[in-house]
């Protein structure tokens, strides 16, 4: 399976349940796995027939911040949709994690789309 991979993306966000952590942006931080549309050995070298990851990591930033959000698990479906819609990715990954606990390294999400489970073993 031909897969694109974008890690440790950081962009700043509004997001938070209570309002005074929504105030000041904060940054996070986005692991995106992308299933292209056209299978690698197919796109012929041209930009037009992968998903293009600049665009993609520009078009998240943007996303963002367009509006305050209370759950990581919002704006994680909100990446995927934009993925899938904008880009046209046959599957998507997003995992976003968030630096606010105390004694803890971060909290994440991770939302899945588009991609045939692995079963464990």
């Known amino acids: ?25 904060q ?18 070298d041209r930009i ?4 293009d990851y600049a665009a993609v990591c520009q078009r998240i930033e943007k996303l963002s911040l367009e509006r305050p959000r209370c759950l990581l698990e ?4 909100d990446i995927a949709g934009c993925l899938k819609s904008e880009f046209g990715a046959a599957g998507v990954a997003v995992e976003i994690r968030k630096f606010i606990l ?8 991770r939302h899945v789309e588009g991609f045939p489970s692995q079963a464990a073993g």
Do not use: K, W, Y
């Not at 919002?74 to 479906?77: D, I, M, Q, V």
């Not at 105390?102 to 999400?109: G, I, L, N, Q, S």
């Open 27 to 44: 940054e996070v931080e986005i692991d995106i796995r992308m299933r292209p549309p056209t299978a690698f050995e197919r796109m012929e």
């Open 1 to 25: 399976m031909n897969e694109i991979l974008i890690q440790s993306l950081r962009v700043p966000t509004l997001i938070g349940v209570p309002d005074d952590e929504r105030a000041c942006p």
């Open 74 to 77: 919002t704006l994680a479906a």
């Open 102 to 109: 105390p004694r803890t390294r971060h909290v994440a999400v």
């Open 48 to 51: 037009e027939r992968t998903i």
